[in-house]
């Protein structure tokens, strides 16, 4: 089973804010990514954040790490129609890049 | 700017046929991946290669096999299908340790 759990929907209105969550188990991961996939499409590397740091925002997106709960999400302001995916945490728990996925996030945009 | 591209996109084989699966990349990234998709399962690692010349197990290597022709492409193969490994494969590629990885869009393949 997955290390990385994360819820399995959201229904959002567009124009609203949409907050997805994720819990990892390795504390010494030293990066946590968020991709996001497209219908039929690979997934896209949409920001990542390094465990020395609390947040990062980059335009509509801002990532908020808890080290201490060991807990990280993804908002996604103004969120429009074409937000409308599936999302995926990851962290990086060794030094051989090998990455730990959950189960994904699908993410329903609402007119 | 291709980035990673995989052939086929889709495929159907039969029970005991084998297969291979080309990946290849463009942006002269050391280390590349492969990944299978299921279901409410997210993306599992079957193999990686964290160099040319280096193969390595990843979480789900039975009945697969893996070769890094050279710094650009990695092939998987599967050498008798079963249907258990009807899924989407993804391969990526990443720079080297601790750096992003980039996705292919996928083979989607089915093993009736």
């Known amino acids: 089973g997955e290390d990385v759990e994360q819820s399995l929907f959201l229904s959002v209105r567009e124009g609203d804010s949409s907050v997805i969550n994720c819990t990892y188990t390795?504390?010494?991961?030293?990066?946590l990514y968020w991709y996001k996939q497209e219908p039929g499409a690979g997934l896209q590397l949409l920001t990542y954040?390094?465990?020395?740091?609390d947040m990062k925002q980059d335009q509509r997106l801002t990532v908020l790490l808890n080290k201490k709960d060991k807990h990280l999400s993804l908002r996604i302001a103004d969120t429009q129609t074409g937000d409308s995916a599936i999302y995926f945490c990851?962290?990086?728990?060794?030094?051989?890049?090998?990455?730990?996925f959950g189960a994904g996030t699908q993410v329903v945009v609402t007119p | 700017n291709a980035g990673v591209t995989q052939t086929p996109k889709f495929q159907v084989l039969k029970t005991g046929q084998s297969m291979t699966l080309q990946c290849a990349q463009d942006?002269?990234?050391?280390?590349m991946y492969w990944y299978r998709q299921d279901p409410g399962m997210g993306l599992r690692l079957i193999y990686y290669?964290?160099?040319?010349?280096?193969?390595d197990k990843g979480e789900v290597p039975n009945g697969y096999n893996v070769s890094r022709l050279n710094k650009r492409e990695f092939s998987l193969r599967l050498e008798s299908a079963a249907p258990s490994q009807t899924s989407v494969y993804f391969c990526?590629?990443?720079?080297?340790?601790?750096?992003?990885?980039?996705f292919g869009d996928g083979t989607r393949l089915s093993i009736l």
């Open positions: 990526a590629s990443s720079a080297g340790n601790n750096q992003p990885q980039h």
């Open positions: 390795d504390s010494s991961s030293t990066y």
């Open positions: 954040i390094f465990s020395n740091m």
């Open positions: 990851a962290e990086m728990p060794d030094s051989w890049g090998k990455l730990q």
């Open positions: 942006m002269n990234h050391n280390s």
């Open positions: 290669s964290a160099s040319e010349g280096t193969t």
